[in-house]
């Protein structure tokens, strides 16, 4: 833990789960998931740390590790890199010391409690009065 909040716990801890429904678009399919619960820069994060990842090994099957530049000067650019660097990459080991599922649970719990955003989409389909009924419990 590098002292991130909640929001980017659960991120780092469920960002792959769409990985085998999706394997080319999980992160698409995962922010997808995570939008009513949590921030647009997360969402931005975890949809594209599948192009950012390539980065550690795309090199190795003679491809652009460096394809993720076509988002260098979006402001969340390098917090995607450091997402990845610190979250993604390094998982793949596991001698990678984490803590049991128990300890992630309630934080799980908190960030899942009730969506804090909607985007035109969600209020056209459920209208505006589950929006208010969802953020104001």
């Known amino acids: 833990n590098r002292g991130e909040d909640e929001e980017m716990i659960?991120?780092?801890l469920l960002h792959d789960i769409g990985d085998i429904l999706a394997p080319y678009t999980h992160g698409e399919m995962t922010a997808a998931i995570f939008k009513p619960?949590?921030?647009e820069?997360?969402?931005w994060i975890v949809k594209y740390h599948g192009l950012f990842q390539r980065y550690y090994y795309a090199h190795h099957k003679g491809e652009d590790r460096n394809a993720r530049d076509e988002y260098k000067d979006h402001p969340w650019y390098?917090?995607?890199i450091d997402f990845?660097?610190?979250y993604d990459q390094n998982c793949f080991d596991p001698d990678y010391e984490?803590?049991?599922i128990e300890f992630f649970k309630p934080i799980l719990e908190r960030v899942f409690a009730r969506p804090t955003a909607f985007d035109q989409e969600h209020v056209a389909r459920y209208g505006d009065s589950n929006l208010?009924?969802?953020i104001d419990g």
Do not use: G, N
Request: proline share 0%.
């Open 37 to 39: 619960f949590m921030s």
């Open 84 to 86: 990845c660097h610190y």
């Open 41 to 43: 820069k997360t969402c």
């Open 10 to 12: 659960v991120a780092a």
């Open 78 to 80: 390098q917090d995607c």
């Open 98 to 100: 984490t803590e049991t």
């Open 132 to 134: 208010r009924e969802a």
